[in-house]
């Protein structure tokens, strides 16, 4: 168990429609990464929160947008939902942002995933 | 060409067996990520690391920063280690690149 918590495990829902994942981090991680798993592009980045504030980008569609809340937990909102955005959607955690210095705080705690099926 | 490539993409073994994952990276890191994806779909960080060799029972990774490569060794394999093996880099940006992954298939 990673500590990182994502809700819920399995949604299905229908094109057009707008659905919202949810990450818990680690107790005391500050940072929380989005990411996405599909069959054909494998795992990609999508976005990165450190202490409620965007910090990185990665190919997200603007169709989707997240955000980090004061309790640190994140939520990311698909909306518009296409037959492709079918996939795994990670959340990961660490303890804080590369420009901390120390390489500890670099590694990521990846929680178990929420499988969207859009039909 | 990917930022990020492993070899072999797929392998099977016998229990006992030493296993080598090969990561290949293009361009300079802050540190490496070897990740284990299960069948379930769960990833599990295995290690992170930045330079030189760490161990964790069975499981030994090793990085070269000058060559721009990283190894997972697995000793006496058992079929519970069948999974995708993943190595991700982690640039001077805030994001993980990703490897296609190491899908291993340990038979009895």
């Known amino acids: 168990d990673s500590g990182v918590t994502q809700t819920p495990k399995h949604l299905i829902t229908a094109t057009g429609q707008r659905v919202t994942l949810r990450c818990s981090p680690r107790?005391?991680?500050?940072?929380v990464y989005w990411y996405q798993q599909s069959l054909d592009q494998g795992l990609q980045f999508l976005i990165h929160y450190y202490n409620g504030e965007e910090r990185a980008k990665g190919n997200i569609l603007e169709r989707f947008s997240a955000q980090q809340f004061p309790d640190l937990h994140s939520e990311l909102n698909l909306s518009s939902l296409e037959l492709g955005d079918s996939a795994l959607y990670f959340c990961?955690?660490?303890?804080?942002?590369?420009?901390?210095?120390?390489?500890?705080?670099?590694?990521?705690?990846f929680g178990p995933g929420t499988r969207l099926t859009v039909t | 060409k990917n930022e990020v490539e492993q070899s072999p993409q797929n392998l099977t073994a016998q229990e006992g067996e030493f296993i080598t994952i090969n990561c290949s990276y293009s361009?300079?890191?802050?540190?490496l990520h070897w990740l284990q994806q299960h069948p379930g779909g769960g990833i599990v960080s295995l290690f992170m690391l930045s330079s030189g060799k760490k161990k964790h029972g069975r499981l030994i990774a090793t990085i070269n920063i000058q060559e721009k490569h990283s190894s997972l060794h697995i000793t006496a394999s058992h079929p519970r280690d069948s999974a995708v093996y993943i190595c991700?880099?982690?640039?001077?940006?805030?994001?993980?690149?990703f490897g296609t992954g190491t899908r291993l298939q340990v038979f009895p």
């Open positions: 991700a880099v982690l640039y001077n940006t805030d994001k993980l690149i």
């Open positions: 990961a955690s660490s303890v804080g942002t590369p420009m901390s210095g120390r390489a500890s705080v670099y590694e990521q705690y």
């Open positions: 361009v300079g890191i802050s540190a």
């Open positions: 107790s005391g991680d500050l940072s």
